[in-house]
């Protein structure tokens, strides 16, 4: 193959006719609060793991909704809790967390 | 739906054409990308059309190309214009149709901007009097070349020698329009049926015989963009977007594509062959690429002029099955002779996408 000096980049286009609804289904049945997230942001603001890992609770729950494995995302979250004080949508985000482990853990 | 109201705003995207008396300007690349389409355009419009189209080796750049690679401010831009505007004055003309779609989409801008903010054009008069001692009126009506050879598609149909038609079926050609994004993007009522729906060279094809491909990203980019290609570390970018033009065209085996900016072709043309080294696909049948013509040598196969006049074996895909599908006769021999048949040598040809 020639070296041109530049590849093809995958297409990063969604089709959301094919996206797999059934843990983020599952997710809003074990934390309703999943629904009413407004992607605000706040909870990747304050995570003091985001600095050092990219862990990010909005990026988490976006990835769920478009039926992606986040089970490695989540690793460096300490459960510190810092993400719920900020919601404001009140949203419970540590159980958030502990349920998007189980749904993948299962 | 209200049908009034509807005819109203499609006129709006209706577009006035004069038919005769055109000042003519050239591309910066397009003489050195697909040499034949300029001189073809002028030998149909002049030679088989007898119509009046002047043209001047005073003109330069319009420095649409540097203003769209952020490399010269929009001013600068401006007094470029207006000198070209002025040899157009010169020489007695009013229509002005220029052969580059960023050409056309950075005139179309200028005058626009003119419009708005009319301080702006005195300043740029006064300063091409201070630069260069001219003087300009502004053209009356602007129009690409594809505008007029889509004005004159009747009149070539007519004088038709071959149709896009396949012979060995009957079958109409499947045509993959593809037009440059400065055409009518930026200023959707410039274009002929806007940004969306533009007919410019949907119509040449349905005149002619073709019939034209709709597929889901029939108006995205070609991946040239400028600064896409300019800066080598975006290149990635560019190819990416002509891949996934040519993935989302595939399904629907166009026979070939036809394009009217000068950029298009070009990267649409020499990607095919990268693609091929990169992923081993290729797009068209049996191993070869999908053609892709600028719609003057599409208008000059029609009209029966020879490929090679034509300049098709500068095409990095092998154009002979589109050739044989509409029945055009060539001499496969006389593809690398030049002038007087002079051997020009053969160019190496690719192990990844079938070529002659």
């Not at chain 2, 002047?54 to 401010?73: N, Q, R």
């Not at chain 2, 006769?329 to 070529?355: H, M, Q, T």
Request: proline residues 5%.
């Amino acid at each position: 193959m020639t070296d041109f000096g530049f590849t093809l980049s995958c297409s990063s286009t969604l089709d959301l006719g094919k996206v797999d609804n059934d843990k983020f289904e599952e997710l809003c049945r074990l934390e309703p609060g999943a629904g009413v997230c407004i992607g605000c942001g706040s909870c990747s603001a304050v995570c003091p793991s985001a600095r050092l890992s990219g862990m990010s609770v909005r990026k988490v729950l976006l990835a769920v909704r478009r039926g992606r494995n986040v089970r490695e995302m989540l690793q460096c979250c300490m459960l510190c809790g810092k993400c719920t004080i900020v919601c404001p949508r009140g949203i419970n985000t540590r159980n958030l967390i502990l349920s998007i482990c189980k749904l993948y853990d299962d | 739906m209200i049908y009034e109201g509807k005819q109203k705003i499609w006129s709006e995207y209706q577009k006035e054409i004069p038919d005769d008396n055109w000042y003519y300007v050239r591309s910066c690349i397009r003489q050195n990308f697909f040499p034949a389409s300029e001189r073809m355009f002028t030998e149909i419009s002049r030679n088989v059309l007898g119509k009046d189209i002047y043209e001047t080796p005073h003109h330069t750049t319009c420095g649409g190309i540097a203003y769209h690679c952020d490399t010269i401010p929009q001013e600068t831009v401006m007094t470029i214009v207006a000198r070209q505007f002025a040899l157009m004055t010169e020489a007695g003309y009013e229509n002005y149709c220029p052969s580059c779609i960023t050409s056309f989409g950075n005139y179309a801008e200028i005058l626009e901007t003119w419009r708005e903010y009319p301080e702006l054009e005195t300043r740029i008069r006064e300063d091409l009097w201070k630069a260069c001692r001219r003087e300009f009126k502004k053209p009356k009506y602007l129009a690409h070349t594809s505008d007029l050879i889509y004005h004159w598609r009747n009149e070539i149909a007519v004088r038709a020698k071959h149709r896009l038609v396949n012979r060995q079926t009957g079958e109409s050609l499947r045509i993959v329009e593809h037009i440059g994004c400065h055409y009518a993007k930026m200023f959707p009522s410039k274009g002929v049926g806007g940004a969306e729906y533009p007919y410019v060279l949907a119509g040449m094809i349905e005149s002619w015989g073709g019939q034209v491909v709709d597929y889901p990203e029939r108006r995205h980019c070609c991946g040239y963009g400028f600064r896409q290609y300019h800066v080598k570390a975006n290149r990635s970018y560019s190819l990416s977007n002509t891949y996934k033009k040519f993935e989302s065209m595939e399904p629907f085996h166009p026979d070939a594509i036809v394009t009217n900016c000068p950029g298009c072709p070009y990267f649409l043309d020499r990607w095919q062959y990268v693609i091929a080294e990169q992923t081993g696909k290729t797009y068209g049948e049996n191993g070869f690429g999908i053609p892709v013509l600028t719609y003057e040598e599409l208008a000059g196969l029609v009209l029966g002029y020879n490929p090679w006049d034509l300049g098709l074996q500068l095409h990095q895909v092998a154009v002979e099955p589109l050739l044989d599908k509409m029945g055009v006769e060539y001499d496969p021999e006389a593809k690398y002779l030049g002038l007087n048949r002079e051997n020009i040598l053969r160019p190496e040809l690719p192990g990844s996408i079938r070529c002659f």
